[in-house]
């Protein structure tokens, strides 16, 4: 399979998981596409360019917020000094961010290559399934539950979404009894070699994992920018899975090369934080 029928086949799949979420999910629980958008292709162009930069920082801040909030709860409980309390458990937490980054970057890696593998193993063994069982659930449902007409069902929320999903993991199991074993093995030894290059090589998986991660949510944003300003993205995509491809990349590759020279060791333009990242 070429790499253009691989970009085809994410594509319809993608189409399909969004059609699925229309159908299955609480109308509230998604929110507007062009605020998502907005939002997904700024922190996309933000973590694309500064992520493996500032992300010791962004680690030791994240830890000093938990302090603070961390802090406030023991005020509360002990009577002691919100302001003391707070402060202090944002030094501490903090500096427990900071100190210890390379863990972090590594058990970041470790979630993010598991969730590149278990989105392959989905791709590849849980999603082709889907069609049949949309159909197999449309034959046998009542007729005013149906949803085989692109309209939600008219009793949408978690609870019915709960039992969806839980019909189709039987649904798959049945027909893959090893899918199981084959999402645990891929999760370990992704996890794995995910923590490994972020405690021995953290430059090197910052820039990597950052500059994939940005791309990702640029291309999301604009997927979901697209009908706001009537460029219809997914369509386009479709039809063109080699242009698709190749702006991927091309965010991706453009990513690596302006933050491996922003992190560059002895760069007057890396920071101090970076260069204790190496």
Avoid at 10 to 27: A, C, D, S, T, V
Avoid at 247 to 274: D, E, H, K, M, Y
């Amino acid at each position: 399979m070429d790499h253009t029928s691989i970009m085809d086949q994410l594509i319809n799949q993608l189409q399909e998981l969004i059609e699925l979420g229309r159908l299955h999910l609480p109308p509230n629980a998604i929110p507007p596409p062009v605020f998502t958008g907005v939002v997904m292709l700024l922190f996309g162009v933000g973590i694309a360019v500064l992520g493996a930069r500032l992300a010791r920082w962004f680690i030791a801040v994240v830890f000093a917020v938990g302090g603070i909030t961390a802090g406030l709860a023991v005020s509360r409980d002990y009577g002691v000094n919100p302001l003391l309390s707070g402060l202090v458990g944002s030094l501490v937490l903090g500096s427990f961010g900071y100190v210890l980054h390379r863990l972090w970057v590594g058990l970041f890696a470790a979630v993010f290559l598991a969730s590149i593998a278990m989105t392959a193993l989905t791709a590849q063994e849980v999603l082709p399934y889907l069609p049949d069982f949309a159909r197999a659930e449309t034959a046998t449902a009542p007729a005013e539950f149906h949803t085989g007409t692109g309209e939600p069902p008219p009793a949408v929320d978690w609870h019915h979404l709960n039992e969806y999903l839980r019909n189709f993991g039987d649904y798959v199991v049945a027909r893959e009894p090893n899918i199981r074993l084959h999402a645990g093995l891929a999760v370990i030894i992704a996890g794995l070699a995910g923590l490994l290059l972020g405690v021995f090589f953290v430059r090197l998986t910052l820039i990597l994992f950052t500059a994939a991660f940005g791309s990702i949510l640029i291309a999301s944003g604009i997927g979901l920018l697209g009908p706001a300003i009537g460029i219809q993205v997914y369509q386009t995509a479709a039809s063109r899975p080699d242009v698709t491809l190749l702006a991927l990349v091309s965010f991706f590759i453009a990513s690596l090369a302006i933050q491996t020279i922003l992190t560059r060791p002895g760069s007057r333009t890396a920071s101090a934080p970076a260069k204790v990242a190496d």
